[in-house]
């Protein structure tokens, strides 16, 4: 089995940065897909940015394009989300996510292990 731990949330006003990590440990040699969710009070779980480890490709939502980076460090297990120019509507509790493989990057039926999630509060 593999186990996810976020890190790195917090509160931040409006412009500011945080950067999120997901660590995962255990049986990692599935974890081909790692994307990063998020979850707002009353609103559905959605995808927010995805990568494929394997051959290093990206997917993001349109709502964080251009201000949300993620990145992953092999050596670590770990994979990073960098948000940039955050907004009041960023705040939610993010998760991340492990997949051997999926069909829709964003469809989190697909994904097998998750984190605890982490909470991430914008003021405005």
């Known amino acids: 089995q593999v186990r996810l731990v976020e890190s790195g949330g917090g509160s931040v006003q409006a412009g500011g940065s945080l950067r999120l990590s997901c660590a995962a440990s255990?049986?990692?040699?599935?974890?081909?897909?790692m994307t990063w969710f998020r979850q707002a009070p009353g609103k559905e779980r959605e995808g927010v940015a995805a990568?494929?480890?394997?051959?290093?490709?990206?997917n993001y939502a349109d709502s964080v394009k251009g201000r949300f980076t993620i990145s992953q460090d092999n050596a670590k297990n770990t994979v990073y989300l960098q948000m940039n120019s955050l907004k009041p509507e960023d705040t939610a509790m993010y998760y991340c996510a492990t997949s051997p493989a999926v069909f829709d990057w964003f469809n989190s039926t697909q994904y097998r292990a998750w984190g605890q999630g982490i909470q991430v509060t914008v003021s405005s």
């Open positions: 255990g049986d990692t040699r599935s974890n081909k897909y």
């Open positions: 990568i494929n480890t394997v051959y290093r490709t990206t």
